[in-house]
């Protein structure tokens, strides 16, 4: 998504606070240098002392429009920002979204949500569930071949042998 | 690759285990890189979150993975590779025959044995030819004379403790043994002259082979009261065929003794006192390993090899069993003693005669006949073979040699004629002769050899406790490829020649049994094969060398040791072959050939040479005699000859001095001269 043109003694540093991933396919450009801007690129141009407020501006980019999913729980309903949910799940024809400390009663159907959220980092693991790729904490490839995801609420999922393949392309492995 | 074959199980768990290994191995690879694409993509989305536990989940992983294959190298190392052999060894106690079968069987299993382990006897054929037999016939001639008090006794490794010999004097007579015959000649006469050398007393046995009879004289002992005889006696199972039709039915089968062998060591006790009157008879069966003699009492080896591959073999049969003068005592079960790893295939018996009251004690241990013998004050020492069977080995199976032969160091504590085993130590190598082993302040030191040639040859030299327990060992002595060649202690210092090129001469300090270290070194052309100290400051050697920095001599060598951290050749002689043909000593083998005496300052040897022509052999035999000081070294004295240009060698093996008198002793002359004048013989008999 990113592409850091700065000058190469401190390349590393201002990667690392600008908490920054490059990508060889990307659409933005950083760099501390005018001259360096690529025309066919968004280009962002900082100075150094800049570099707090540009984090935050990439991490709007990231996140890209904030798009909310509403759903109710016993205490009514609520529109929840999508990146707070750890995965949806489909139990008896409900549709629920799991949150940390509460789920809520959505509804949509699954694929409605995996449709809105496509561009959010969603995945589909099994036909009943799409997880947050941003709530895993820790995936352990089972022997049956399937994958066992440990979310960071301390939950456990797992993937299903036929969403193997697109998880893994997720994670662009 | 044979040894996956030779163990399929083996080889299935170490499938699984390479399976295991290498699943996990996936296992691992593959978390790793899922968790960091994880990583990866989380940091993109801008979410850092390091995962936690990471490391140490990989770490579990791993060592999940390799805890098998440690399992596996651990158990495999441990069956096949033990490079540490515990010193100590088990016993094991003996109910009844079946026991010693069963020990057997199970010695035999892990040997998976098709090859000669046991070392089946074999005997010297020619040791008696069918002759008449004759029954110990005496001849009696008239006697007078007295005796002296100096003279020369048996040259033994320990002082008082004595070594049974082929020639002996006791300042009176010479007592002289040759295959079948004992004979004892009137020496030494000063109020007759010198020149009286009377035959007094023959003893000639039946060496008749289905002769019951008949007895093979191995060494004699003498003192101020006896006089002993020591030989086999060989039952060789001489059956009477029924012959065919018109044939007569009296042949005899004399080599059915190889398969119904019996041999017993007989000893004949003779008073002096009572013109050597027969006075006590010993008889013990087995074959003859070793004897010595402290004061009255005598000490005797034997070992009897029990033939389990018969099938129907009786072992009561073969059970140590002694005889005084008629009475016959067996051993028990009880009284048996094993060793654990030492090949259950003979019973080796210490036997402890007091002559005066013929009280008999004896000690019985099954295992491995013995090949070394020696004897201090206090103890016996009888080495062998031991086994260390590897562990597991009942278990797997291997191609190698499932053990590790060692030599097993069986200690007998002996006390006034009674005899107790004490211990078994264990030690690496083989050790070379009797002098290889010294007890000094209750510890026994002994030098071995491992491997015979090439590049894994180690020379040893162990410490041990007076239980045998390894106290220190100095390990590659020599040079590489080296073998020793001798060894002598004398007290605190050992003195070892190794060999391969040229003669290093070291001098090992062993003031602490705990830190034994080489102290000097000297390295000069050839070898000695035998060392005798002279005095503290010197020693003697005889060995091979040359004058071109070769072994075709014969060399006698006196090394200075004065300084042990440096010790020199203060003189030598060297007679090379080169000059004469081919010459040999029986020193360089048998320590008991040589006559050493600082009273007298002389030392004399057997020296034997011979040349071929178209005539065949021309043997020149007879003694060396050089007079000795420690200042001008060696001087020669003579060379008493017993025969010139033979055909055949007369075998020339003593010398023995009473008063100023020097006696040479060969197969058929006992010749008299001074010891001033060696050379000019007063007097010659004719023996045999």
Known sequence: MFKLKVSKSEHKIIKERLNLVETINYNY?????????????????????????????????????????????????????????????????????????????????????????EHKDFIRVSKYCLVNIGKIDYIKPALNSKLDLLLKNSEHLEVNRGYLKDFKKALEI | MLFLINNPAIAFILFIVLGFTILMGIKIFEELTINKALSLKQRQMRISSPIKGFKSRIAMLTS??????????????????????????????????????????????????????????????????????????????????????????????????????????????????????????????????????????????????????????????????YFIIIGNQYNYDCKEYEGDEGVEDITIEPWGYWYQNSSHIKVLVYDKTNDFELEDEYLMNGYFTGTRKIDNNLYIVTNNYIPFYDEEVDIDYYLSEYEVNGQVTTAEYEDVVYIEGSAPNSFTTFYGIDLDTTQ????????????????SNENMYLVGSVYYFFPMVDFI??????????????????????????????????????????????????????????????????????????????????????????????????????????????????????????????????????????SEDYMLGVGFGDNSGGTQG?????????????????????????EFGWGHSTVTYNHKDLLVSLSKGIIALPFSTYNYSDSGYNYNSGILVYNIDFVDGFAFNGYVTHDEDSSEDVYVYKSKFISDYFYTVSNQYIKVSTLVDTETILFSTELN
Request: aromatic share 12%; charged share 25%; glycine share 6%.
């Open chain 2, 64 to 225: 999940a993975a390799l805890a098998p294959v440690v399992a596996v190298v651990v158990v495999v190392s441990v069956a096949l590779a033990p490079q540490t052999v515990p010193g100590s060894v088990q016993l094991i106690d003996l109910k009844s025959s079946d026991d010693i079968f069963e020990i057997y069987t199970t010695f035999q299993e892990r040997m998976e044995t098709n090859f000669d382990t046991f070392g089946l006897r074999f005997f010297d054929s020619n040791l008696g030819s069918p002759e008449m037999a004759l029954d110990a016939e005496e001849d009696l001639i008239d006697y007078n004379g007295t005796a002296s008090d100096d003279f020369s006794g048996t040259n033994v490794q320990v002082e008082g403790v004595d070594e049974m010999d082929n020639v002996l004097t006791d300042g009176k007579y010479i007592y002289t043994m040759f295959q079948n015959k004992v004979q004892i000649s009137l020496a030494y006469t000063m109020e007759e002259g010198p020149d009286v050398l009377d035959l007094y007393r023959t003893f000639e046995f039946s060496n008749t082979y289905c002769d019951s009879e008949q007895f093979y004289p191995q060494g004699m002992y003498v003192d101020d009261d």
């Open chain 1, 29 to 117: 450009l950083l760099t501390d240098d005018k001259e360096l801007i690529e025309d066919d690129k968004v280009n962002i141009v900082f100075n150094s002392s800049e570099i707090t407020r540009v984090t935050k501006l990439l991490d709007l980019i990231v996140r890209g429009e904030e798009l909310y999913v509403i759903g109710s729980n016993e205490f009514g309903q609520k529109s929840v920002e999508s990146r707070n949910f750890f995965y949806f799940i489909v139990e008896d024809e409900d549709v629920y979204g799991v949150l940390m400390n509460t789920r809520l009663l959505i509804k949509t159907k699954l694929y409605e949500i995996e449709e809105l959220l």
């Open chain 2, 360 to 375: 008999v004690d004896m000690e019985t241990v099954l295992g491995d006949s013995g090949y070394n013998l020696y004897v």
């Open chain 2, 554 to 578: 014969l060399k006698i060598s006196i090394y200075d040791i004065s300084d042990k951290s440096n010790p020199t050749v203060f003189d030598e002689i060297i007679f090379d072959y080169e």
């Open chain 2, 397 to 534: 199976t291997l191609e190698e040699p499932v053990y590790e032969s060692q030599t097993a160091i069986m200690k007998i504590a002996i006390d006034d004629g009674e005899v107790e085993y004490s211990s078994t130590g264990r030690v690496s190598g083989n050790s070379l002769n009797q002098f290889s082993m010294d007890e000094h302040d209750g510890y026994l030191r002994i030098t071995t050899t491992t491997g015979w040639w090439g590049e894994n040859i180690n020379n040893r030299l162990y410490v041990l406790d007076e239980d045998l327990n390894h106290v220190a060992v100095l390990e590659n002595l020599g040079k590489p490829a080296e073998t020793i060649k001798s060894t002598r202690f004398v007290g605190d210092y050992a003195y070892l020649v190794t060999f391969e090129q040229t003669d290093p001469f070291y001098v090992i300090n062993l003031t602490d049994p705990e830190d034994p270290f080489v102290e000097g070194e000297l390295e000069i052309p050839g070898f000695s094969t035998y060392l005798q100290p002279l």
